[in-house]
């Protein structure tokens, strides 16, 4: 089984990398494989509601980005996290664009397999970063997966999430976590509505 990681920062090997590591080294321990893919630093569109993913459903009509590659390794991945640095007390504005664009053309991809977030930050903002990015997960069906505290890793200049020993030890939890529950499923997806069609209902008629 392979947990697929996304990388949200701009800086390829800054303290998120250093937290996404660290899980990558757990999952190894704990018999799973892993994959981290870095958004890079190039320019990431944000959704225009266009509805072309609808005429050519699994991509994103704008293919000029990371998104679309990113959304290819959906299908081979078992479970999913996503890493970002902390801007404003929110995720990085890029990687909110792919996993929204992602989750929008390609969601029956990923849909029900297990999920977590990781916030990378100096100081505050954390936890909201935190929720905003386990938000996507609930609207897709997907497990969440928990720690020994919320996924938060601490450092401000590069290198220094390194000296964040709870954080670090967090991270290995949740890895822990993750590979329990993916053995335990077998990695089979959440049911969800298990063939229900979607009763989706507007509050304006």
């Not at 981290?36 to 980005?65: E, L, M, S």
Request: net charge positive; aromatic share 6%; glycine share 10%.
């Amino acid at each position: 089984m392979k947990v697929l990681m996304i990388n949200g920062s701009p800086h390829q090997k800054g303290n998120t990398a250093i937290a996404l590591e660290e899980i990558a080294k757990q999952l190894k321990k704990n018999g799973i494989d892993s994959e981290t893919v870095w958004i890079g630093n190039k320019a990431v569109r944000g959704c225009i509601a266009c509805g072309q993913c609808h005429n050519h459903p699994g991509k994103c009509a704008f293919d000029d980005d990371i998104c679309n590659r990113i959304s290819e390794k959906f299908a081979d991945a078992d479970a999913l996290i996503v890493g970002s640095p902390v801007y404003y007390g929110q995720p990085n504005g890029a990687v909110l664009s792919v996993i929204q664009r992602a989750f929008y053309s390609n969601g029956g991809s990923i849909s029900g397999k297990p999920a977590a977030a990781v916030a990378v930050c100096r100081r505050g903002g954390a936890t909201a970063t935190f929720e905003t990015l386990n938000l996507p997960f609930q609207m897709m069906n997907m497990p969440v997966v928990t720690s020994q505290y919320w996924n938060i890793v601490y450092g401000a200049a590069p290198g220094q999430a390194s000296l964040d020993t709870e954080g670090l030890q967090t991270m290995r939890t949740l890895a822990n976590n993750m590979a329990w529950l993916l053995k335990a499923t077998g990695g089979k997806p959440a049911p969800g509505r298990d063939g229900e069609p979607r009763d989706a209902m507007n509050f304006i008629r």
